[in-house]
């Protein structure tokens, strides 16, 4: 089982990006996906969830209105959606799949390798 994630760079703040976590080896279609952000010298925080439909999603509050996070179940790929980047969004994404408890508590089965999202003032 893997996620690939990808789509990170370097923006210039009030810029978009688009991340994409590719999964393979078993289909997420059934669980809970999300996406955390880690910077040095800090935890991994949760920035998004994806429920299995993709009718529920959530975000922390640092981001509502300017991130969507999204999915394709039949391509087994999630999407987040990045507009009006700031600064401190700067961080290593990484996505994550089967969450085996609450959404946001960063306890998943599966995790991406991470990609770097680096935007300039």
């Known amino acids: 089982v893997q996620l690939q994630a990808s789509g990170g760079g370097l923006v210039q703040a009030g810029g978009s990006l688009r991340l994409s976590c590719a999964a393979s080896?078993?289909?997420?279609?059934?669980?809970?996906m999300g996406w955390f952000r880690q910077v040095p010298g800090k935890e991994r925080a949760f920035v998004a969830a994806?429920?299995?439909?993709?009718?529920?999603?959530y975000y922390v509050d640092s981001v509502k209105g300017r991130f969507t996070v999204s999915r394709d179940n039949a391509k087994n790929t999630m999407y987040l959606q990045m507009n009006s980047l700031k600064p401190e969004d700067t961080a290593i994404y990484y996505c994550?799949?089967?969450?085996?408890?609450?959404?946001?508590?960063?306890?998943?089965?599966?995790w991406g390798q991470g990609t770097q999202v680096t935007v300039s003032s």
């Open positions: 994550a799949a089967d969450a085996t408890s609450d959404y946001y508590r960063g306890q998943y089965r599966y």
């Open positions: 994806i429920n299995w439909s993709g009718g529920s999603s």
């Open positions: 080896g078993r289909s997420f279609s059934r669980s809970f």
